[in-house]
């Protein structure tokens, strides 16, 4: 018989708290149902004594200490998963809000996951080519990484994002093993709706998973709503042997709601008032991206942020950073002066795109040039800066060559149209072209060969 | 005595309070609720023990069952160790995903080294031999180049009484028996079992006197590394803190490297452990697998055991140590270490000292860096644990707890730095804030290994980059033209240094390691083309006519263009660098 707990003994936010239980299991699922009517769900943070304090997913407005029952499930939270979720839109935590029923399967599978076994990890090896010479060339999406957008309010994320998804080539990836898990926490509902149309307008819809928690849905929901779609993509990688791109937005809102529940349980903060346990939780989400020895398929993850104020040393990006593969960083003054998509190469990187590069994958003089044109694009902002104070006029020649160098690689390699798909060798061409601007002998970081076999010889200087 | 039992009454995450726990010990392990979770007693107030649990609490209930050990937080040291790889307590992770394919669930309960594996065992006492602690009683050949000496416990001293023939034997079955003074025998297996958090003895510290080699230049060259020494390692995300670890476990001349992947990522364990098996250790032409023993404990995995995971290293570290090894710990990262520390503190709802951190943060990391050091074991050999912490200070700014306190307790400090990583300059390791307490200490090694002026050559290109520095900052307000042609020469020295010497390509199959010798040569020709063009810009000949001399390029080409083993090569260039300049003299008097 399932008991029923009648009375609560305090209302704190988006906590609960009961007294006089036996047998609750941490981390269970409880069932609360206020008045007549109405059913939430919750789940228990902590247990102490006979007190057990639960979180509700929906909200505890309208609960009050004594026109709420709550029963206990047993269970933690777990959803039901078959190959009929593609397609769906879910809320939160995994109830369908498209209006058809929820999806029927045996599989059910805790939202929370378990920590891959490393030695059961595949070292993510293969190229994914996105049609951005930026990313493609200097910070190369590599097939089972975790490349974070860093962005800021305002700046062209979704639409990167979206193109991106678009784009998208996955060696070993057909029609049929492809699929996209889209989780949205604390996003605007028109930013929920600008990534389903341009899912829409690409033609993958029907391979699209969504875990959408808007701004006005409840907090709490905001915390299981990226596991959701980790776990979807987990049971289409790992026992479906599909190819998966997961686009979580936006991770600060996600790390806010953390921060509220935290302070609502009087933990101890730290850095900003984010809880000690900000970069465990965040690791917990992304460590769930990768690919396994055992099958074929791969989760590749791309979070967006926005950095609060730009500025990236702030707790969520810098956590972030820590624990992804790299990081896209999106830049306010590119954004400024048009160029689309406003990366910022310099902090950006790649850390996986060391053995998904060269001419197994891309071609041989990947890696040098990558390298080159950082090395010359930092002097760029070295001479601007210079040019600054003495004004253009004065430069030496060569740093006036490193001018033009930059404008060009931003106006032309960087920005790029919102449809225009570029393959790897039209980006690596263009990277010659542009870095053919600066004379052979400033070019220190590439072998004579490779100089001797692609350098743009004509280009006036 | 394990029928004490206490009872959950409350869950925190990974903190677990206990009724009726009064006779539990302090540091004891306890297993948790019916799926015998693997926990540690942390403190204990009147009957309520608080437990820190190394595994995920989720579905325990309050009201299970508590169980004791009786023993500390252990591992078990013995053969078995090398090659294999572990989670932050000891498990290996091969046997869990046999046990569980890909996940790591909880509650598969305690496992440690391979207890059926049989070892081919050369025991080397007889019957009758006096033994004293430390002493070697069996020996194993582990991999082909570490030979695993059993030794006598600290705290046993006796005859042999039963001594079994060598052959094949398992690690539980008993090798030796000694009789100690007061006739009480003692029985020795091929392991033993020691809990982390208390150091291994040893008879006494040595002074530092050796370097670590690493093969890496402004490491070798410029901020050297000893045998026995500490250093911390900080920089933020993005400066190649993963890639000069890895770098160091790969080239250093340690005889056995602990890797502890403390809160990293998982896909670094699995890259090292593609990678290092099929990298040949140049001084033994062997894989470097065989000297490695890894610790992976993941961001993602429970954190406990990740507080755990740097004692479970250093204690395994100090057991090679006392067979007579030099042994060099890698945590990668320390940060994580110390997180892990304000996280479970946090939830035992202690008072916070700065930025969250417990006010205990700074005597863990003193208890945890005093564990290297130069020894001699109890049988008096020469051995030592050299630590390497990285650090991750959050926004890379370097005041921060972890990293300021990091820096009271090592003596050598390589910071890296945002702004060399930005410009690709690999490794980016700050040549100017850096700095290595061990350079006196290694000074007579230097001199008598390298050459007698490599220090007094250090320091000249040391004070050259100052010089550079503070240049750079006229440089930016004036631009580089102004300046007058001594400086100018300056500039285009420390250009040089940085981008001929100090950068190194970690993925380039010459660059990746070099030798001392062919760093100090490479040094010699920097130096020599200063000399040489300096006594031009002297006469006056103008510094753009100095840049146009094709050995300039050779020089910065050293790296990639002459080989560890074609040294000779150097000389060459040497009389070409006088050479050209003299002509050049020639040409203007």
Not at chain 1, 7 to 29: F, M, N, Q, R, T
Not at chain 2, 94 to 118: R, V
Not at chain 2, 323 to 328: E, R
Request: aromatic letters at 8%.
């Amino acid at each position: 018989m399932k008991k029923e707990y009648l009375k609560l003994e305090k209302i704190e936010g988006p906590l609960i708290v009961l007294s006089g239980i036996v047998d609750a299991a941490y981390g269970e699922v409880i069932n609360i149902k206020v008045g007549n009517e109405e059913t939430r769900s919750g789940k228990i943070i902590k247990i102490e004594g006979d007190k057990v304090i639960a979180q509700v997913f929906e909200g505890t407005a309208g609960i009050s200490t004594d026109n709420a029952s709550v029963s206990f499930t047993g269970e933690p939270l777990s959803i039901p998963l078959s190959k009929e979720i593609l397609g769906r839109t879910f809320n939160g935590v995994g109830q369908p809000i498209d209006g058809a029923y929820q999806v029927i399967s045996k599989d059910r599978e805790n939202i929370n996951g378990r920590p891959i076994n490393p030695v059961a990890r595949r070292y993510p090896k293969n190229f994914i080519q996105t049609g951005f010479s930026s990313i493609d060339a200097l910070m190369t999406l590599i097939r089972g990484q975790k490349l974070p957008i860093f962005s800021g309010n305002g700046m062209a994320h979704k639409e990167l994002a979206a193109q991106l998804v678009k784009q998208a080539k996955i060696k070993g990836a057909t029609a049929d093993n492809f699929a996209v898990v889209f989780g949205a926490m604390g996003v605007r509902h028109d930013d929920a709706d600008f990534f389903r149309r341009s899912f829409e307008t690409a033609g993958v819809l029907d391979h699209v998973v969504m875990y959408i928690n808007t701004a006005d849905d409840p907090i709490i929901e905001r915390i299981s709503a990226p596991r959701c779609a980790l776990t979807a993509a987990e049971y289409l990688a790992f026992k479906n042997n599909m190819h998966v791109v997961v686009v979580l937005t936006d991770m600060t809102s996600y790390a806010e709601a953390l921060r509220e529940i935290s302070s609502a349980r009087e933990e101890v903060p730290s850095r900003k008032g984010y809880p000690g346990y900000l970069y465990s939780d965040l690791s917990t989400i992304y460590e769930r991206a990768g690919m396994l020895k055992s099958c074929e398929g791969s989760i590749t993850l791309i979070p967006i942020l926005t950095m609060p104020n730009d500025d990236i040393t702030h707790p969520i990006p810098d956590l972030t950073g820590f624990i992804t593969e790299g990081q896209v960083v999106l830049n306010r003054e590119l954004n400024q002066k048009g160029v689309y998509p406003p990366i910022d190469i310099l902090p950006s990187l790649s850390r996986l795109m060391k053995d998904g590069i060269g001419a197994e994958y891309t071609r041989e003089d990947h890696a040098d040039l990558q390298s080159q044109i950082y090395a010359s694009y930092s002097k760029v902002q070295d001479i601007r800066s210079l040019a600054q104070i003495i004004g253009e006029d004065d430069l030496s020649d060569i740093d006036r060559l490193y001018l033009d160098f930059g404008r060009e690689l931003e106006g032309k390699f960087i920005a790029q149209g919102k449809n225009e798909n570029r393959s790897i060798t039209e980006t690596l061409d263009l990277g010659w072209h542009i870095l053919s601007i600066l004379p052979v002998t400033e070019l220190d970081r590439m072998k004579s060969e490779l100089i001797e076999k692609y350098y743009d010889y004509s280009r006036e200087r | 005595m394990t029928n004490i039992q206490g009872i959950v009454s409350s869950i925190n995450g990974p903190v677990v309070k206990g009724l009726n726990m009064g006779s539990f010990k302090v540091h004891e392990m306890v297993t948790v609720g019916k799926q015998k979770l693997i926990g540690e007693v942390v403190s204990i107030e009147g009957e309520i023990a608080t437990v820190q649990v190394y595994e995920e609490t989720e579905g325990l209930k309050a009201g299970e069952i508590i169980y004791s050990t009786g023993t500390p937080l252990s591992v078990t040291l013995g053969p078995g160790m090398i090659g294999n790889i572990f989670d932050g307590i000891q498990r290996p992770l091969e046997k869990i995903q046999d046990m569980s394919k890909d996940f790591i669930p909880e509650g598969i309960g305690l496992l440690s080294l391979d207890m059926e594996k049989a070892w081919d065992v050369t025991v080397t006492v007889n019957v009758g031999d006096k033994l004293n602690p430390g002493d070697v009683y069996a020996t194993i050949q582990e991999t082909h180049r570490i030979l695993h000496k059993m030794l006598v416990p600290y705290n046993v001293k006796g005859t042999v009484k039963k001594a079994q023939p060598s052959g094949k034997y398992t690690l539980n079955d008993i090798i030796v028996v000694l009789e100690k003074d007061n006739t009480e025998t003692v029985e020795l297996t091929l392991c033993t079992k020691w809990p982390v958090r208390k150091p291994r003895p040893m008879k006494e510290r040595l002074p530092i006197y050796r370097p670590l080699i690493t093969g890496q230049r402004v490491i070798d060259s410029f901020y050297p590394i000893a045998k026995g020494g500490t250093i911390g390692l900080p920089g933020g995300f993005g400066t190649g803190k993963t890639v000069t670890q890895h770098q160091l476990a790969k080239w250093s001349d340690a005889d056995i490297i602990v890797y502890i992947g403390c809160g990293e990522r998982g896909n670094e364990m699995t890259d090292v452990l593609e990678e290092f098996p099929k990298l040949i250790d140049p001084r033994t032409n062997r894989p470097l697998m065989e000297r490695t023993v890894l610790i992976a404990n993941t961001s993602n995995m429970p954190v406990a055991a990740r507080e755990a995971s740097i004692y479970t290293g250093i204690t395994m570290a100090e057991y090679y140590r006392d067979m007579g090894y030099d042994v060099a710990i890698m945590a990668d990262s320390t940060s994580r270490w110390a997180e892990a520390l304000r996280e479970i503190s946090g939830r035992l709802e202690e008072m916070p000292a700065e930025e969250g951190y417990p006010a205990y943060l700074p005597s863990r990391l003193a208890e945890f860096y005093e564990r290297a050091g130069c020894v001699k074991t109890l049988n008096g050999q020469e051995a030592s644990i050299t630590i390497i912490g990285a650090v991750s200070p959050p926004g890379g700014d370097f005041s921060e707890p972890v990293t300021e306190n990091t820096k009271r307790f090592v003596s050598g400090f390589l910071a890296l730095d945002k702004k060399l990583a930005y410009a690709r300059h690999y490794p980016a390791i700050n040549y100017l804030t850096s700095y290595s307490g061990y350079v006196d200490m290694l000074a007579d090694w230097y001199e008598q290994n390298v050459a007698s002026d490599m220090l007094e050559l250090r320091h000249k290109m040391i004070v050259l980059l100052q010089e550079d520095e503070k240049l750079n900052e006229i440089v930016q307000l004036v631009g580089e033209d102004v300046l007058p042609n001594d400086q100018a020469l300056v500039l285009e020295t420390a250009r040089m240094i940085k981008k001929g010497f100090l950068q190194q390509n970690a993925l380039h199959a010459e660059d990746s390691y070099v030798t001392l010798e062919k760093q100090y040569k490479m040094l010699k020709c920097i130096d020599n083309f200063y000399e040489e063009a300096l006594k031009c810009v002297k006469m006056g000949i103008p510094i753009s006519v100095i840049r146009k001399e094709s050995v300039i390029q050779d020089i910065m080409k050293i790296k990639y263009d002459i080989p560890n083993d074609k040294l000779e090569l150097l000389d060459d260039l040497n009389e070409r660098i006088v050479k050209t300049f003299a002509d050049l003299r020639l040409k203007y008097e």
